[in-house]
């Protein structure tokens, strides 16, 4: 059983990044990103060091949290339930913050849990890992916090569920294989949206495949129980809207959430213009995480930029009729 208390000795750095020493190579690295929601997060990283049942260490990456989180994280990460802390001066988006998380851990599997996510089973770290071991075409598994269930299937010796497209990125586990062959979470969807149906998508190119755990209750997404349905509506032309039911206890947040999925989704929109590059072979598959933090309106005028510079038979290929 993982102790609830990670290594201890911490020290900060001028960037803002508190770093301790380095996990050992075998502990899973989970990492989860902050923004605002205190309460939630209180009691996610509890529920994470009371039933994981499998060594871990946990990175935990604010983006400027305005609700007193980072005086929370900071006194969770000096009673040792936080190993890494990286406090952002600004909003670097999902995908940007979870790399960082990535990066700063161990080089064994990678997890990314939501602040919204509260496990109540123990050993389901335990679980995750050892499908990641038996079945040797995994390249994403995790809990599905959906309100839809998925038929099961006996593969490797572990019941298993597999899901066609992404699975939920709330609760998810990456291999350490899978990683050396994708990367990282596609920083383009600045500051919420596709980074996790894009990663499926380079996965199965890969031929890898997504499941989830058979366990469809070993935990509460908050704070509903479950994550929010999307419901599809038509919005501007050549887009889908996505539009959330429920509003999570914050409706400004699920808005803006909800703003940025139509921005990026539909035909037009900036993951079918990648999911095009990386099926074309225009764009690699391997994502990196190297450069420096640009803000918000650079990335974004950077992505627009990127896709209105490419040759007009490239423009072509990329925006074909349909959307999935």
Not at 73 to 101: D, K
Request: overall charge positive; glycine content about 10%; proline content about 5%.
């Amino acid at each position: 059983m993982a102790s609830r208390r990670c290594a201890r000795g911490a020290s900060q750095s001028s960037t803002g990044v508190i770093a301790e020493e380095r996990p050992a190579e075998e502990l899973v690295n989970i990492t989860m990103v902050t923004f605002n929601r205190v309460n939630f997060t209180r009691r996610s990283i509890a529920s994470i060091g009371d039933t994981a049942g499998y060594p871990f260490a946990l990175t935990v990456v604010d983006n400027n949290s305005q609700d007193g989180t980072p005086s929370v994280l900071r006194e969770m990460h000096s009673l040792g339930l936080i190993h890494h802390l990286i406090l952002n001066p600004e909003n670097r988006g999902v995908a940007y913050a979870a790399n960082q998380g990535w990066a700063a851990g161990s080089k064994a599997h990678f997890m990314k849990v939501d602040n919204d996510i509260v496990f109540m089973k123990h050993g389901w770290l335990a679980r995750l890992v050892e499908a990641c071991d038996r079945v040797p075409d995994l390249g994403a598994i995790g809990y599905n916090f959906e309100t839809k269930s998925y038929p099961d299937q006996l593969i490797g010796g572990v019941r298993i569920r597999p899901k066609h497209r992404n699975i939920g990125g709330c609760a998810i586990m990456i291999p350490e294989r899978a990683h050396r062959l994708v990367g990282y979470w596609c920083e383009d969807y600045f500051p919420y949206g596709e980074e996790d149906l894009d990663m499926y998508v380079r996965l199965e190119l890969l031929g890898l495949r997504s499941y989830y755990m058979e366990d469809e209750d070993v935990g509460l997404h908050l704070p509903e129980g479950k994550a929010s349905p999307l419901v599809i509506s038509i919005g501007l032309p050549g887009f889908r809207s996505k539009k959330s039911t429920f509003d999570e206890g914050d409706p400004a947040y699920r808005l803006e959430k909800d703003r940025w999925r139509a921005l990026y989704t539909g035909r037009r929109g900036l993951q079918r213009v990648n999911e095009k590059l990386y099926a074309t072979g225009l764009r690699r598959l391997y994502i990196e995480h190297d450069a420096p933090y640009l803000p918000s309106l650079r990335v974004r005028l950077y992505v627009l930029l990127r896709y209105l510079l490419l040759d007009p038979w490239k423009r072509r290929t990329i925006g074909g009729r349909g959307s999935r």
